[in-house]
Nanobody, 121 residues
Framework: VQLQASGGGLVQAGGSLRLSCAAS????????MGWFRQAPGKERESVAL????????YYADSVKGRFTVSRDNAKNTVYLQMNSLKPEDTAVYYC???????????????WGQGTLVTVSS
């Protein structure tokens, strides 16, 4: 499956962004999906994950209550709505997919190219 992320950009602290991830090549409903991020000088971390049907989600503690992951299998697209953004959210965000369950410490099989989110203070 090929993943194409978009929606990153520069935003002020407290602002919002919506990332989108369009999947092609396979039926999205067969894949567990999610978003990881990597900030400069830091390790990669999982941000939000969503199960095949969307019935189960996971959020990193640092984004709970601010970020929402969702999916539209009919459109083969996954979204990450990011509200109340903080400077520490600055990172390259990667859309990921795997036929198996993705956990916060797993390494998904498929990765998009990444989209940069920069939050200014």
């Amino acid at each position: 499956v090929q993943l194409q992320a978009s929606g990153g950009g520069l935003v002020q602290a407290g602002g919002s962004l919506r990332l989108s991830c369009a999947a092609s090549g396979r039926t999205l409903s067969n894949y567990y999906m999610g978003w990881f991020r990597q900030a400069p000088g830091k390790e990669r971390e999982s941000v939000a994950l969503i199960s095949w049907s969307g019935s189960s989600t996971y959020y990193a503690d640092s984004v709970k209550g601010r970020f929402t992951v969702s999916r539209d299998n009919a459109k083969n697209t996954v979204y990450l709505q990011m509200n109340s953004l903080k400077p520490e959210d600055t990172a390259v965000y990667y859309c990921v997919a795997d036929r198996r369950t993705i956990t916060h410490d797993s390494t998904p099989d498929y990765w998009g190219q990444g989209t940069l989110v920069t939050v200014s203070s």
